[in-house]
Structure formats: structure tokens, C-alpha cells
């Protein structure tokens, strides 16, 4: 898979891109991961990226032509422009699974007041946001929506079935996990899971999950149940 990032910081992307799955996905050859400064397709002396909005108000907008020129440039026919901004979908476990269905992604990370609207609407495919509160710039947004996405491609994890079992991927929450030592501190784990039954261990996994899903997430835990009503 491929993912570039069009961005006004890419010394952010530093630290976390360079570390632990990232890194040995990139190193794996897996995920092809390229940072761009936007600055870079702006002409002028001062490398002007933004400016004030028509009609007034506070702070400033990003300019449609760097962010079009740059486009233009990086995408092909199987490019996937994604706008990081609050105003988009809100991210989530299975939009991770539909964005890692791309060969390509374009991350357009934002910065100031927001995108010129005219980039919205006639550059972006999609847009999506981490959460209903406003962060400085779209650097870690898009490094959330990386690292969720790139822990989906196939061989990025040790077990894949790893990320079909974690939270959210089944529409739960993740059941409880023990490992050694088997009391500690006088607290001792589920005999259950010490049996050797692989079954009962199963429906004992399942019954946690929609127990912690019921207690802690009620939202989630609602839409789980409209899921099953649901004919197939």
C-alpha cells in the first residue's frame, strides 16, 4: 500500500512513522510512506500557502492553488484524496478497513482556519476527522489514520487475526486478557481460561466483549444490536 501526506509539518511525522509496526512495515516493504511540504508548490518569495477569508472573520485559510498543483501531482487514476479536517466523517475501525481497500491514499493535512471550500469540493474524495474537538493542524489526524490503516495490511502484524479480534473490529469491545503469572497479588485469572476447552473459552471471550461493550459503550453496544436484528 501507498500513502503520501501532503502536509506544513513534516518533521511531526518523524517520531511516530519511524517506530515500532510503522517502521517494520515500511522496512518490510508493505507500506511505501512519503511525506510532502506543501510549501514546496507554493511560487512566490515567501512561499505563501494561505490568506484571508473573503468576507471577513479570524485566521487564515489555506489556498486552493498549492494544495491543487500538488495533487495534481502526486495522484494517478487509484489515488484516494483524503482531507484531514473536524467537519469530515468521524474515523473509525471500519472506515480503517475501507481506506485500506485503496492502492494509494493522499492524506491533505490542514492547518489555520481550514480549507478554501472549492478543495473540498472539487479535490477531495473523502474527509475525515479523529473526534469532535480542534487540534492545531491535521499532522495527527493523519498519523492516527495511518497507523490504524497501515496495522490492516495483510502481513503487517505478526497474527493477522490479531487485528480481526482487537476492539471495534467486530463492532465490540475487546474481551479481558491474562498472561503469567496465574494469581498475582492474590488475584488470580478465570479458571476458564486455564481448561483446555477452546470452545467454552470462545463463548466466555464473546459473553466479555458484549459485557464491557454493554457497560462501557452503550452506543456501540446499541448499534451492535440493531447489527444482529438486521436479516442477512
Known amino acids: 500500500m501507498k500513502i503520501d501526506v501532503l ?13 515500532s509496526i510503522i517502521k517494520r512495515a515500511r522496512q518490510a516493504g508493505l507500506l511505501e510512506l512519503q511525506l510532502w511540504n506543501l510549501r514546496d508548490w507554493a511560487h512566490d518569495r515567501h512561499k ?4 484571508r ?3 471577513g472573520g479570524p485566521g487564515m485559510l489555506l489556498k486552493p492553488e498549492p494544495i491543487f498543483e ?9 489515488t484516494h484524496v483524503v ?3 473536524p467537519s469530515g466523517r468521524a474515523f473509525s475501525q471500519a472506515i480503517a478497513r475501507e481506506m485500506m481497500r485503496h492502492e494509494h491514499l493522499l492524506l491533505v493535512t490542514g492547518h489555520y482556519e481550514g480549507f478554501d471550500e472549492r478543495i473540498r469540493k472539487h479535490l477531495a474524495d473523502d474527509e475525515l476527522s479523529i473526534g469532535d ?14 497507523d ?8 503487517v502484524l505478526g497474527h493477522d487475526e490479531s487485528a480481526a479480534e482487537e476492539s471495534f473490529s467486530t463492532g465490540l469491545l475487546e ?3 491474562f498472561t503469567r503469572p496465574a494469581v498475582f497479588e492474590g488475584q488470580p485469572i478465570p479458571d476458564i481460561l486455564t481448561g483446555g476447552d477452546h470452545a467454552k473459552v470462545r463463548a466466555w471471550r464473546q459473553a466479555e466483549a458484549e459485557r464491557l461493550t454493554r457497560e462501557r459503550r452503550p452506543d456501540l453496544w446499541a448499534a451492535y444490536q440493531n447489527r444482529a436484528k438486521k436479516p442477512k
Open 133 to 146: 474537538y480542534v487540534l492545531t493542524n491535521g499532522a495527527l489526524p493523519a498519523m492516527v489514520v495511518i
Open 148 to 155: 490504524t490503516v497501515a496495522r490492516l495490511i495483510p502481513g
Open 175 to 177: 474481551y479481558p486478557h
Open 48 to 51: 505563501t500557502v494561505d490568506d
Open 53 to 55: 477569508p473573503f468576507g
Open 83 to 85: 482531507l484531514m479536517s
Open 70 to 78: 500538488a495533487v495534481e501531482q502526486l495522484a494517478t487514476e487509484k
Open 7 to 19: 502536509t506544513l509539518f513534516p518533521a511531526m511525522f518523524a517520531g511516530p512513522l519511524d517506530e
